[in-house]
C-alpha cells in the first residue's frame, strides 16, 4: 500500500508559477512511475506529466516547455513546477504511483485554479 499527498495548490494569474508536491510513503519500492494528472470540471482526467523511478521524465503537448517534473528521493517526494501558467492548466491535480503488478495508488489531489 502506497499512500500519497499532494500540496502547493492554489489561484495565480495567468503567467504565474506554482510548484506541487506529491509526498509518498509505504511500500514505495514497488513503484516504478509516478504521474502527475489533472482533472477540470466535467473532463475526464487527464495525465499531464510523468517521472519513471530511474528518473526518466515525459510531459502532454500542451505543457512542454512551462512544466518541469523532478524527484527527490531523500523525501520521496515528486514535484511538478508549473510556469507560464494559462487558464486551461486549471483543475484538480492529482498524482498517481503506479506500481510494477499493475495498481495504480491515488492520492486526494490538490486545487489549482489561473485566471485573471
Known amino acids: 500500500q502506497v499512500h500519497l499527498v499532494e500540496s502547493g495548490g492554489g489561484w495565480v494569474q495567468p503567467g504565474g508559477s506554482l510548484r506541487l508536491s506529491c509526498a509518498a510513503d509505504?511500500?514505495?519500492?514497488?513503484?516504478?512511475?509516478i504521474s502527475w494528472y489533472r482533472q477540470a470540471p466535467g473532463e475526464r482526467r487527464k495525465l499531464v506529466a510523468g517521472?519513471?523511478?530511474?528518473?526518466?521524465?515525459g510531459y502532454t503537448d500542451s505543457v512542454k516547455g512551462r512544466f518541469t517534473i523532478s524527484r527527490d528521493d531523500a523525501k520521496n517526494t515528486v514535484y511538478l513546477q508549473m510556469n507560464s501558467l494559462k487558464v486551461e492548466d486549471t483543475g484538480v491535480y492529482l498524482c498517481?504511483?503506479?506500481?510494477?503488478?499493475?495498481?495504480?495508488?491515488w492520492g486526494q489531489g490538490t486545487q489549482v485554479t489561473v485566471s485573471a
Open positions: 498517481g504511483a503506479h506500481a510494477e503488478g499493475g495498481t495504480t495508488f
Open positions: 509505504g511500500d514505495i519500492s514497488a513503484i516504478s512511475a
Open positions: 517521472i519513471t523511478s530511474i528518473g526518466s521524465a
